[in-house]
């Protein structure tokens, strides 16, 4: 456990790192397969300015197991008592990558006076069921020999990914970091099943977000750990119109309330998205904090 400290949370222990000072506090909600310590790079920037939380969820980094995938139902209360018990006040802002983004919004749409603003970065969407471009079986059949060769070397080709993600994190903590992401890659898979067609109804039939500073990144890029398992050409074929879909999709979402905004990232994956652009990222964080105390000030 390189940094933080594990918190009692209904007979299991979840790990939690706090720092800074100042309020709303920023809370980082990982991405499926991803931890609180892979938004380090964030993290100390807004300790800067105000009080910042990673965490790891249940069942994921060093927190205790727990069998996956879960509802958000479960996931949001967990989060909701572990903060109440590291005295973690609201309100918050919640930074929410992918899989975390939707629990963030069904956070916000659960607790709606603990929450001052939203940063979601390619966060699902109940519309990408019916709105995803449909795959062609040529693209299948070429997906056999990345898969194949991936499977021969996947540790050394994923190290080599994560060696990247993480240059700049400190040398005692970016090991231990890529050890567990290595000998977890089933995890990654496992919680990824939390996408499924009954958490996207959770959240559809969860209400609306309330009225609060928002803003959703749209990543433009190709995801560097989508290219070991995906052939190059159906990266070409595919990415433009997966993008035109997001960025429609993402921009209703914004859109969805007053204070929403969307934008766009020309160069970032989307696992990569806060360390392919990071002063992007916490630009947004700014000015999303701006927003809120420009309210409460008025």
């Known amino acids: 456990m390189p940094i933080g400290r594990l918190y009692n949370v209904e007979e299991r222990r979840l790990l939690l790192e706090c720092s800074g000072t100042g309020s709303p506090t920023v809370v980082f909600l990982p991405a499926a397969g991803m931890i609180g310590l892979d938004y380090l790079n964030i993290h100390n920037k807004?300790?800067?300015?105000?009080?910042?939380?990673?965490?790891?969820?249940?069942?994921?980094?060093?927190?205790?197991?727990?069998?996956?995938?879960?509802?958000?139902?479960?996931?949001?209360?967990?989060?909701?008592?572990?903060?109440?018990?590291?005295?973690?006040?609201?309100?918050?802002?919640?930074?929410?990558?992918?899989?975390?983004?939707?629990?963030?919004?069904?956070?916000?749409?659960?607790?709606?006076?603990?929450?001052?603003?939203?940063?979601?970065?390619e966060p699902p969407h109940e519309d990408f069921l019916t709105n995803t471009p449909k795959l062609k079986k040529r693209h299948l059949f070429q997906q056999i020999f990345p898969i194949l060769r991936t499977l021969l070397t996947y540790k050394q080709t994923f190290r080599s990914l994560f060696d990247q993600m993480l240059a700049s994190w400190p040398d005692s903590i970016r090991e231990p970091l890529i050890k567990y992401h290595l000998r977890t890659l089933k995890k990654t898979i496992k919680e990824r099943k939390n996408l499924n067609s009954e958490l996207y109804k959770e959240v559809y039939e969860g209400g609306d977000i309330p009225d609060i500073p928002l803003i959703v990144f749209t990543a433009m890029g190709i995801d560097p750990f989508m290219t070991p398992i995906t052939s190059k050409s159906f990266l070409r074929d595919t990415i433009d119109p997966f993008n035109k879909v997001k960025n429609t999709i993402y921009t209703k979402l914004a859109k969805s309330i007053p204070r929403g905004e969307h934008r766009i990232l020309k160069t970032a994956g989307h696992t990569t998205i806060h360390t392919d652009c990071p002063d992007e990222v916490v630009e947004a964080a700014w000015d999303l904090l701006d927003s809120v105390d420009s309210t409460e000030s008025k």
């Not at 209360?77 to 609201?90: G, K, M, N, S, T």
Request: aromatic share 10%; hydrophobic share 40%.
């Open 46 to 121: 807004i300790s800067q300015r105000t009080t910042s939380v990673i965490y790891d969820r249940a069942g994921t980094g060093w927190s205790d197991r727990v069998k996956l995938p879960r509802n958000a139902l479960e996931v949001t209360d967990e989060l909701r008592e572990l903060l109440r018990i590291a005295d973690v006040p609201a309100p918050y802002l919640f930074v929410g990558h992918s899989l975390g983004g939707i629990y963030a919004r069904r956070y916000a749409q659960r607790f709606p006076d603990e929450v001052a603003g939203m940063l979601l970065l």
